[in-house]
């Protein structure tokens, strides 16, 4: 009889202990929240859906993007942004951001995608995904006629004696380094403190995406020239986004496609690239 009621209780600690192992086993059930939906292949666009706001990361480049005089974000990347929010269905957040920490802050969730201009790199590729190319852009130098006269070629820059500037983390000056490997390469966290270098004479040249380097030589015709006409790089240009979100990145890839068709790009880049129409906002 004893022995039975030992048997008995065993059985019931093991019962027990059977449920509890269970339970902690099992997956949570869900509950019926759009919080907590699951967000499957369409992860960021759902996201950005549910929050009635597409946050873009941008940092300002002439005449990519620029605070007018009322400090109102104008430009043709802030054309792209509020296009695609528009079409989205949702409002635009701009999130300005120093260029050389843009990367790391759309990692961080700081935005939901970067339309900055940014060149597609291999090097940026191995950390972000880029959308189909909806704009190409290029490199061009400008230089101080006194420090640089009658320059006329990239090798006359390619000089220890040649100061060269650009702006950190960018293309232009990853072009500097590559073009004139030679040269003294001096870099800073925005193109105005390059270009006040380059006025001042502290420096012979400015790389910058185009066509800054023109417009300055235009504004500054008694200090800056054009040593080479046009660019010396054609880069494509892509919207940078978090690894993994394949839907939004088809999604991207399917607006631009279909506003580069409708000849919308082209007019909006003929616009901010093309005429200084705009020149009257910033002044």
Known sequence: MKKSRSYVLMLIWF???????????????????????????GTLIDEISRRGVLKVGMSTFVPWAMNDKNG????????????????????????????SGIIPALLTGKFDVIIGGMGIRPERSLKVNFTIPYDYSGMAIVANKKTAPGYGSLEEFDNPD????????????????????????KLFDDEAQALQE???????????????????????????????PGTFTREPIGFAIRKGEADALNVFNSWIRVVDSEGWLAERKAYWFESRDWQSALE
């Open 162 to 185: 040649v100061t060269v500037v650009a702006r950190i983390g960018t293309t232009a000056a990853d072009a500097a380094k590559k073009y004139m490997p030679n040269a003294n390469i």
């Open 72 to 99: 109102q974000l104008i430009g043709f990347e802030i054309d792209v942004a509020k296009r695609l929010a528009q079409d989205l269905g949702v409002d635009v957040e701009f999130v300005p951001t120093k260029w």
């Open 15 to 41: 019962v027990v202990l059977l449920s509890f192992f269970t339970a902690c086993g099992a997956p949570p059930k869900e509950e019926n929240t759009a919080d907590n939906e699951p967000r499957g292949n």
């Open 198 to 228: 380059l006025k001042t004479g502290r420096a012979h040249a400015m790389v910058a995406s185009a066509p800054l380097p023109a417009f300055q030589a235009i504004e500054n015709p008694d200090t800056l020239y054009l040593p080479i």
